[in-house]
């Protein structure tokens, strides 16, 4: 069985490229993630012959819509058997609701989680659009909305796990981008975390794109993280 804390993100246009790096990779080794790129390039049917070799799904096209709508794409996306899919807290409790809903009433369930304040909005965005808060005072406030309405776990940046953790608990999942292997590029993310300080912090998966496809070898990278993080879970739960 999977049981690697590494999420590997699949940011390609189309199937052919996505496919010369999946053979990279090792479906015993990470679960994947396809977001909204790879999804508009190579559809469901990509979706399902990776499912159809081993790897555990990620679906992170982020649902945001009335609470009907978004509850039908939830129960399609079960139906193609991904492992976790997303919706935006910012839809608010009735579309969560809904969305679980849906969720729960299929065979296969995917855990579903939500996303609370995109980490690209700062405190001066928000209020341009209308939102008053400080901008981690409202992910506390949509990641305990995602909680009560029955959700999974949130996908947050590590710098907000431990705060997480601490007011939601240690079983409500926490899915942290952002990461970077000491010594590795930060490439385009600002405030990065290594893998062992993610999981120290109370992170349960971590989603790594470049740092995995820009190794020499992929799979050694693969290999040395499910390393690194089993040694920061095993100093967590002593
Ligand atoms: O290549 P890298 O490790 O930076 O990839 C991180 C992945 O996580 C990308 O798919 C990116 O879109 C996603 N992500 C992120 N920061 C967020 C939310 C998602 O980097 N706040």
Same mark, same amino acid.
């Given at each position: ?63 945001? %819509?009335?609470? @009907?709508?978004? !509850?039908?794409? #939830?129960?399609? +996306?079960?139906?193609? &058997? *991904? ?53 981690? %005072?409202?992910? @506390?406030?949509? !990641?305990?909305? #995602?909680?009560? +309405?029955?959700?999974? &776990? *949130? ?59 820009? !190794? ?23």
């Amino acid at each position: 069985m999977n049981n690697s804390r590494v999420i590997v993100a699949l940011d390609f246009p189309d199937e052919t490229t996505a496919r010369q790096h999946i053979s990279m990779l090792d479906p015993g080794l990470c679960r994947v993630k396809v977001g909204m790129e790879l999804f508009t390039g190579g559809g469901p049917s990509l979706v399902e012959a990776l499912i159809a070799d081993g790897f555990d799904v990620f679906l992170d096209l982020k649902f945001h %819509d009335i609470p @009907t709508t978004v !509850a039908k794409a #939830c129960t399609v +996306a079960a139906r193609l &058997g *991904v492992w976790m899919l997303n919706v935006h807290a910012g839809g608010g409790r009735e579309m969560l609701l809904t969305a679980c809903e849906a969720v729960a009433k299929e065979p296969h369930q995917p855990l579903l989680i939500g996303v609370t304040v995109l980490t690209s909005l700062a405190t001066a965005d928000l209020a341009e659009i209308g939102v008053p808060a400080a901008a981690a %005072d409202q992910v @506390t406030r949509l !990641a305990g909305l #995602c909680k009560s +309405a029955g959700l999974d &776990g *949130v996908v947050c940046s590590a710098q907000e796990s431990a705060g997480l953790q601490a007011a939601l608990g240690r079983e409500f999942i926490l899915v942290t981008p952002g990461i970077r292997p000491a010594g590795s590029a930060s490439h385009d993310q600002k405030r990065t975390m290594t893998p062992a300080e993610a999981m120290l912090a109370g992170s349960h998966y971590l989603v790594i794109g470049r740092p995995i496809f820009q !190794a020499e070898d992929p799979l050694l990278m693969l290999q040395q993280l499910n390393r690194e993080i089993n040694t920061a879970l095993a100093q967590r739960q002593a």
